[in-house]
């Protein structure tokens, strides 16, 4: 079965940076585009990042644009957010997604605390 599972999570100062992790699994990794989605408390689920199953496109909310990166390794089942200059406003729950050919599938989650 598909498994996403999410780390790197943790407490970091205004301007910090963390790199999340999501390791996958139960699915043809290199064929689906992956997903970076962030949920603020008493927000709705945002999309933050998407990349393609290659790695050759890669597209970003408006308010991460230059400050995250996502990147994945194909031969490591493994999709990558990195995120730099993070802000209190970048405080969120984080998840990765996939749509595959039969349905969508989410991590648990890991936590992002951005605050001095």
């Known amino acids: 079965q598909v498994q996403l599972v999410e780390s790197g999570g943790g407490l970091v100062q205004p301007g910090g940076s963390l790199r999340l992790s999501c390791a996958a699994s139960?699915?043809?990794?290199?064929?689906?585009?992956m997903r970076w989605y962030r949920q603020a408390p008493g927000k709705e689920r945002e999309l933050v990042a998407r990349?393609?199953?290659?790695?050759?496109?890669?597209n970003y909310a408006d308010s991460v644009k230059g400050r995250f990166t996502i990147s994945r390794d194909n031969a490591k089942n493994t999709v990558y957010l990195q995120m730099n200059s993070l802000k209190p406003e970048d405080t969120a729950v984080y998840f990765c997604?996939?749509?595959?050919?039969?349905?969508?599938?989410w991590g648990q989650g890991t936590q992002v605390t951005v605050s001095s």
């Open positions: 997604n996939v749509i595959t050919h039969d349905s969508g599938y």
């Open positions: 139960g699915f043809t990794f290199s064929s689906y585009a």
């Open positions: 990349i393609s199953g290659a790695g050759l496109s890669t």
